[in-house]
């Protein structure tokens, strides 16, 4: 007799393994896969976080805290490794997403959410290193920034407004999750299942302007990063060349990466068929 499986049995589990599929899949041009590394951060880095992560995910499916409070602890929680930013930005999908439980209830949540939310997602940028660039005076560097933040009355949503010009993983508050939905619905038509990611990603890359990419290098490199993807879709570039031009250029699309997580997971709640 057949044994039987029920893993990924709920939504902690479900997300655990979207972080474990993204970083697995390959090739993802100019991110770290089964193929290459980071000089700094591993594969192994992005595996551990995963592993590390699962106390947390399951604290948020149970809705132990507020959205801030459990972005923080994930954080908190992942940064138990030498390999710096692994999944900050996927936490800011993933908590609001596993906390919602369908995306209806992940809107309201958002909705919900507090000064007090803001204030310890604020916190939690102290607890590993991430990209910023600083626009005004709520500089997540700045500590004097969570007063302002309590000062103004800003909730965790309101701080996604104010950063969703720049910052692509905070729009996915403003507009529904729709990047991370328009993902999973590509990989639960595509035919090809376990090599679904790559391909979603690469299409993904081709429509968007990686915001990651544009804070480390500015938008004309974001702008050719995207142009360039598309040639690989029209088959006027391989996906090869495209990979070894981003690591040429230290371009990773790093919130693409993030995004991805986010559609792995929806996807796999929707009963996707990731190992078929």
């Given amino acids: 007799m057949p044994l039987h499986c029920s893993f990924p049995a709920s939504r902690a589990e ?15 041009p100019g991110n770290v896969d089964r193929c290459h590394d980071y000089p700094e951060t591993r594969i192994e880095h992005f595996l ?7 106390a947390s995910l399951e604290a948020i499916e149970a809705r132990r805290a507020g959205l801030g409070r459990l972005i923080e602890d994930a954080v908190g929680a992942t940064s138990c490794h030498a390999g710096g930013n692994t999944h900050f930005g996927a936490f ?11 995306l209806l209830g992940t809107c309201r949540a958002v909705e919900r959410s507090t000064v007090e939310d803001a204030v310890a ?11 910023v660039n600083a626009t005004d005076d709520l500089d997540v560097n700045d500590p004097a920034a969570m007063d302002a933040l309590r000062d103004r009355g800003m909730t965790l949503l309101d701080v ?44 993904l ?7 990651f990419i544009v804070k480390k290098h500015g938008s004309a490199l974001a702008e050719e990063t995207r142009r360039r ?19 040429e250029h230290d371009v990773n699309p790093g919130s693409l990466a993030d995004i991805m997580i986010g559609a792995i997971y929806l996807a796999l709640e929707a009963g996707w068929a990731w190992d078929s």
């Fill in 14 to 28: 479900r997300a655990q393994l979207a972080m474990a599929l993204e970083v697995l899949a390959s090739p993802k």
């Fill in 48 to 54: 551990v976080s995963t592993l590390a992560a699962r």
């Fill in 92 to 102: 800011i999908l993933l908590v609001p997403l596993v906390y919602g439980g369908d």
């Fill in 121 to 131: 997602f604020y916190r939690a940028f102290a607890l590993t290193r991430v990209r």
């Fill in 160 to 203: 996604m407004v104010h950063s969703a010009e720049l910052d692509m993983v905070a729009r996915e508050w403003t507009n529904g999750f729709a990047l991370c939905s328009l993902g999973a619905r590509a990989l639960l038509a595509d035919p090809a299942p376990r090599t679904a990611i790559a391909r979603v990603f690469l299409s």
């Fill in 205 to 211: 890359l081709a429509s968007e302007l990686d915001t």
């Fill in 229 to 247: 993807a598309r040639a690989v879709l029209q088959g006027g570039e391989t996906v090869e060349s495209l990979d070894a031009w981003c690591i």
